[in-house]
């Protein structure tokens, strides 16, 4: 295996490529500890400690670091870890890391988002802003099912309605005039059928 190419990546990182084909990014000290240099073998021993033991450390380290700030889904965070240019076995085994601890749980993230937005969205609204992103849609509909059903109220009517008088909806109002309050009320992700029940009520 031979150095090809170490090309800047940031002020303190470089990428590294191996045979031509990138292979990972290295901080400028772990090049002088792993002897890398351009046009030079790369030992197997320190590729593969490289591989399986500094860069999954520091993809579990940087995922860590991300989730303390923010709540990620498991789609944004491997995503965000591509974006630091790290192999896939790293991320897989951060991802599997912070999974085993729950530190990462897409069901635990649209039950708190669902929580969150279902008394100002509609539930298909909700549905495509979760599946947007990367959290599956056998995930998101029993919970939303089961959070709707514990609700005293039809959540989704009671929104409609608010937004009908925001709107000054008055039942005899032109045609045209009702059915541009219909169309602002689809675009919002409200069905035909949950619109036209509030209308007539």
Same mark, same amino acid.
């Given at each position: 295996?031979?150095?090809?190419?170490?090309?800047?990546?940031?002020?303190?990182?470089?990428?590294?490529?191996?045979?031509?084909?990138?292979?990972?990014?290295?901080?400028?000290?772990?090049?002088?500890?792993?002897? &890398?240099?351009?046009?030079?073998?790369?030992?197997?021993? *320190?590729?593969?400690?490289?591989? =399986?033991?500094?860069?999954?450390?520091?993809?579990?380290?940087?995922?860590? *670091?991300?989730?303390? /700030?923010?709540?990620?889904?498991?789609?944004?965070?491997?995503?965000? +870890?591509?974006?630091?240019?790290?192999?896939?076995?790293? &991320?897989?085994?951060?991802?599997?890391?912070? /999974? #085993?601890?729950?530190? +990462?749980?897409?069901?635990?993230?649209?039950?708190?988002?669902?929580?969150?937005?279902? #008394?100002?969205? #509609?539930? *298909?609204?909700?549905?495509?802003?979760?599946?947007?992103?990367? &959290? *599956? /849609?056998?995930?998101?509909?029993?919970?939303?099912?089961? +959070?709707? =059903?514990?609700?005293?109220?039809?959540?989704?009517?009671?929104?409609?309605? /608010?937004?009908?008088?925001?709107?000054?909806?008055?039942?005899?109002?032109?045609?045209?005039?009702?059915?541009?309050?219909?169309?602002?009320?689809?675009?919002?992700?409200? =069905?035909?059928?949950?619109?036209?029940?509030?209308?007539?009520?």
């Amino acid at each position: 295996m031979i150095v090809t190419d170490i090309v800047e990546f940031d002020k303190k990182r470089k990428k590294v490529y191996i045979d031509g084909e990138f292979a990972f990014v290295l901080y400028s000290g772990e090049l002088r500890d792993y002897d &890398i240099k351009k046009d030079k073998e790369i030992t197997s021993e *320190n590729y593969e400690s490289i591989i =399986s033991e500094l860069l999954p450390k520091r993809a579990t380290k940087r995922a860590m *670091n991300l989730l303390l /700030k923010k709540d990620y889904t498991e789609k944004k965070l491997r995503d965000k +870890l591509a974006e630091g240019l790290y192999p896939e076995e790293s &991320i897989d085994a951060a991802i599997e890391y912070v /999974k #085993s601890y729950h530190y +990462l749980d897409d069901e635990r993230f649209a039950r708190d988002y669902i929580t969150y937005h279902m #008394s100002l969205r #509609s539930k *298909n609204r909700i549905i495509q802003d979760l599946i947007g992103k990367g &959290i *599956n /849609k056998d995930v998101i509909v029993p919970i939303i099912e089961e +959070l709707y =059903s514990e609700e005293d109220s039809d959540v989704e009517q009671e929104q409609i309605k /608010k937004l009908l008088e925001k709107k000054h909806y008055d039942p005899d109002m032109e045609y045209k005039d009702k059915q541009k309050i219909m169309a602002f009320l689809l675009r919002r992700g409200y =069905s035909m059928d949950s619109v036209r029940r509030a209308m007539d009520s």
